[in-house]
């Protein structure tokens, strides 16, 4: 077993716990020069090798998510992570990973949920004008509001999509003059995206 680095908790973002069939996401809240992601004594399920991971696990129970950084076995890390049946997903529609590599479900999703980074960026501006919530991008984010944000490539400094939301309407109000003129702009927007197309990290940088 790892030990239980004091800084443990902080270094993998992402929920704890989730249901059978629902992709779940998880983030290194610290930079390095290589990842690599392992779900513990299920080779069933791929090595990642991101600053982000996603996973969608097939079987209800508990499982240990392990993240190495530089290759460096005391820069190791865990986070566990229970498991639940879904009653929503009948059990005939989960696959497991290893097999969704085989069979192309890409092709039999709908693309309504996939988004395009100029549109995207377009939307962000919806949120400093205070038009657009968080939860209005929930279709396309692996983990919602959770999602993990970079602002202006400050990796060391990771947010949850909430968060920058907040954080985006909160500079145009802080910067409002008299003319009414607004002072904060995005100037570029990179989605990371998991096998599904699904966005497991946003890059945003703004002026």
């Not at 990642?48 to 097939?58: E, G, L, P, V």
């Not at 929503?88 to 590599?101: F, M, N, S, T, Y």
């Amino acid at each position: 077993a790892l030990p239980e680095a004091r800084d443990n908790k902080i270094q993998i973002e992402g929920n704890t716990s989730t249901y059978v069939g629902v992709s779940e996401s998880f983030s290194s809240m610290q930079t390095a020069k290589t990842y690599e992601w392992i779900i513990e004594n299920h080779p069933e399920y791929p090595t990642q090798n991101n600053i982000a991971a996603s996973y969608k696990f097939s079987q209800p129970g508990d499982y240990t998510v392990i993240l190495t950084l530089d290759n460096d076995r005391f820069k190791k890390y865990q986070k566990s992570i229970h498991v639940v049946e879904n009653e929503i997903v009948p059990k005939q529609l989960i696959k497991p990973e290893k097999i969704d590599k085989l069979i192309d479900f890409d092709k039999l999703k709908p693309t309504s949920t996939f988004i395009s980074e100029p549109t995207f960026s377009e939307y962000l501006e919806k949120v400093i004008d205070g038009n657009f919530l968080a939860k209005d991008f929930d279709d396309y984010l692996c983990s919602k509001g959770k999602t993990p944000v970079i602002f202006n490539g400050k990796s060391n400094k990771q947010v949850t999509f909430e968060q920058a939301c907040a954080e985006l309407n909160g500079k145009r109000n802080s910067k409002w003059l008299g003319l009414k003129k607004k002072l904060i702009k995005i100037k570029s927007v990179r989605l990371n995206r998991d096998e599904e197309k699904c966005i497991t990290l946003i890059e945003i940088k703004y002026e």
